[in-house]
């Protein structure tokens, strides 16, 4: 059974179609990286598998559990399903180490001290230690990021969603946050990630997923995907991207 | 528990003894109307004036006008009416005191009721020029006075008439207010809309048929108020320039 | 006119802040509180996904908004009784207290204005932070209330308490029901000791400095959370 199912998704804003019969598989411990350019539905797509997202039609079943069952606990499923996004969104009113521990108390009800414990083990594993009692406003964007992958980590996560973890960063804060990413895809973490960094798809990634126009055009094997691209569409991307 | 309903009661002669009560109602809007349209052209030139003084290079000016709008936004309405009422009449010449209080009903009430609601909008009024007057871009009043304009020239000519549309949400707002603030004038006696309102519930104890009928008075003028401003705001938009959308605002 | 007569404040400066300001304060303080949070009740419910909670907010916020407060003090303190007898099944219109009233009239009064002020806090807050929090398995409430609230309610702080400056000077329309605030007691004594002048202006002074200082303090406060952001 696949980590998580997208079974023929649809999704509408009104008339204009978002998303159009996406259909993909990701297996525990694997490493997918969605591309493709802005407007093409992939940000949507990603945000769709935690149900941030709703959709009008498909499935998507993520470790045997229907998203868009209604009488699914949503917030129960999103705790297991860690998110990082684009502007990091760390809650800017609390301290590094609160903004770790917050859900854990909250939503797995673990003690004040357990949460902390945790929290902080994953703090020290992004590099962060000496960071705890700042706020999100005193870190760097990289800082901040890893803060966030952190904050992720500490809810023992069955899998990752990462929606453009870099795109919002100055460039040489871009590595500090991906080489996090990479120690992660190493040790096996179930991730699914929207990003146009090529670098880390070729080092970590095992499978891409080119989207346009709210379709998944291409949906190949690392190498397949880098070695020649079927479609055209993808093909143009990729130049345009590898050539600057 | 239950409340004898009976609308008839706004179709049957009041106190006075001629008129029905919605006629006495509506009598009461009148005086409410007019007492806000005077008290706004106070406000409106008052509040104008402080604003462009807060906005002068002059120290002077700038001190006056801030003094103006502290003052008249830190003491309640309903005191600021009192002061004029009570007060002026006593510490005038005894004279001009002895006039002021024999003025026939009802403008012993609706002449100082006016003043000091004049006042005390002109403060916020002057509040939100000066922000609109600082909304604008500095550039502008530079480039009239290197144009050769004279300081009043520039006011009056490139700063007030942007300043005066980018403030223009707000002001419809403070003409809201200032219709709604004239009934604080039923306690100096003036007998607006919602003292009629009173006074027909004191009258004939059908209290809230009295209240409905002049809440009532009250959304239909809001709506043709604000319909009137917002037609207004479209006649006079400048092509092409969408100002900020806020200025300033708190509430009442 | 003979003269200022300082004397009438001194003897009645005692009773002008023991009776009268108590009341002011407490019933500030009072409806300040129940505005803000019957407010934010209401801009959750203007900004919520259900239609009706979100017309049934918007109806009363702008029904509260165009009439004047001395009506809606009338309308509460007719009807205040007339649900209480509903709430209780008594027959008999239930008499509450001038004070109880008051709290609700201006609770209920001003919970329309902080609910805008709230409202433009809420929604300065980023799109994100809530999905964030929904992300991290937080439900409603613990969005609104952990994350969302708390950032609207900092970032919201001078004008609510500009907005709790203007209820403190409003509640000197309880004059109107014949209750003893501030103005109230001062309006008593000048009466019976036939001193307008001296009385008017003197509460005219105490209200000019209590609100003059708290929009100063306001004015700091704005700086400061200026610097922060």
């Known amino acids: ?244 | 528990m239950k409340y004898n309903w009976n609308w008839g009661i706004l179709w049957q002669t009041s106190a006075d003894g001629h008129n029905s009560w919605l006629m006495t109602l509506v009598h009461g809007l009148g005086w409410t109307l007019s007492a806000a349209a005077c008290a706004w052209i106070i406000a409106l030139l008052l509040g104008s004036a402080i604003g462009v003084m807060r906005t002068t290079p002059s120290k002077w000016a700038r001190r006056i006008g801030n003094a103006w709008v502290e003052l008249f936004r830190n003491i309640p309405l309903l005191v600021q009416l009192f002061l004029w009422y009570f007060v002026l009449p006593e510490v005038l010449p005894k004279g001009m005191g002895d006039s002021l209080k024999q003025m026939a009903p009802p403008w012993g009430s609706f002449v100082p009721a006016v003043i000091g609601l004049g006042f005390f909008t002109s403060a916020r009024i002057a509040e939100q020029v000066r922000a609109g007057i600082q909304a604008l871009p500095p550039g502008q009043g530079m480039a009239g006075t290197a144009l050769g304009l004279t300081l009043p020239q520039t006011y009056r000519h490139v700063l007030l008439p942007m300043a005066f549309r980018i403030i223009l949400p707000p002001l419809t707002s403070e003409t809201m207010n200032i219709i709604k603030n004239t009934s604080v004038a039923l306690t100096i006696g003036l007998i607006e809309l919602t003292a009629a309102g009173r006074s027909m519930q004191e009258f004939t104890f059908q209290v809230f048929e009295a209240f409905t009928a002049a809440t009532a008075i009250y959304i239909i003028v809001n709506l043709v108020a604000v319909t009137l401003m917002r037609w207004f705001e479209k006649r006079v938009a400048v092509p092409g320039f969408i100002g900020p959308a806020a200025v300033g605002g708190g509430a009442h | 006119m003979g003269g200022f007569d300082f004397d009438v404040i001194e003897r009645s400066v005692g009773y002008l802040f023991r009776e009268g300001m108590t009341f002011t304060l407490t019933l500030t303080g009072m409806a300040a509180l129940g505005g803000i949070v019957f407010g934010t009740l209401l801009a959750m419910m203007r900004l919520s996904s259900f239609r009706v909670l979100a017309i049934v907010a918007t109806g009363y916020v702008n029904l509260m908004r165009s009439i004047p407060l001395l009506l809606v003090i009338f309308w509460f303190y007719f009807l205040v009784p007339y649900i209480g007898a509903w709430m209780t099944g008594s027959s008999q219109p239930i008499q509450v207290g001038a004070f109880a009233s008051s709290v609700i009239t201006f609770t209920m009064f001003e919970a329309a204005y902080y609910s805008e002020i709230m409202r433009a806090g809420i929604q300065s807050i980023p799109r994100g932070q809530v999905s964030a929090g929904y992300a991290l398995g937080l439900d409603y409430w613990q969005t609104m209330g952990r994350i969302v609230l708390p950032q609207a309610f900092r970032n919201m702080i001078p004008i609510l308490l500009t907005q709790t400056i203007i209820l403190f000077q409003d509640t000197s329309l309880v004059y109107v029901l014949s209750i003893t605030d501030f103005l109230g007691a001062a309006s008593k004594i000048a009466q019976r000791d036939g001193r307008l002048v001296e009385m008017y202006l003197f509460a005219a002074l105490v209200y000019f400095v209590i609100s003059f200082s708290l929009s100063v303090v306001v004015k700091r406060l704005q700086q400061k959370i200026a610097i922060v952001r």
């Open chain 1, 1 to 244: 059974m696949p980590m998580i199912e997208i079974r023929d998704v649809s999704k509408w804003y009104g008339s204009f179609q978002v998303l159009k019969d996406c259909t993909t598989n990701v297996e525990k411990g694997e490493v997918i990286v969605v591309c493709g350019p802005s407007g093409s539905g992939k940000s949507t797509l990603i945000k769709t598998v935690n149900a941030l997202e709703p959709f009008q039609k498909g499935n998507i079943v993520v470790d045997g559990i229907v998203v868009n069952d209604p009488k699914t606990d949503l917030p129960k499923l999103r705790a297991r399903v860690g998110m990082v996004f684009q502007h990091f969104e760390l809650f800017p009113h609390l301290s590094v180490t609160e903004n770790l521990t917050l859900a854990q108390i909250k939503v797995l009800n673990r003690t004040p001290d357990e949460a902390r414990v945790r929290g902080l083990k994953y703090l020290d594993r992004v590099g962060l230690m000496e960071q705890k009692d700042k706020y999100p406003g005193q870190l760097s964007g990289g800082q901040q990021q890893r803060v966030a992958i952190a904050r992720a980590l500490s809810m023992d996560p069955i899998c990752m969603l990462f929606d453009e973890p870099t795109s919002a960063l100055d460039p040489e804060m871009i590595n500090e946050v991906l080489d996090v990413m990479v120690l992660l895809a190493k040790e096996g973490m179930t991730m699914m990630v929207v990003t146009h960094e090529m670098g880390f798809a070729r080092k970590v990634a095992h499978r891409v997923i080119f989207m346009d126009e709210g379709q998944i055009v291409e949906d190949a094997t690392k190498d397949d995907f880098f070695g020649k691209p079927r479609s055209e569409r993808a093909q143009q991307f990729l130049a345009k991207i590898l050539h600057h």
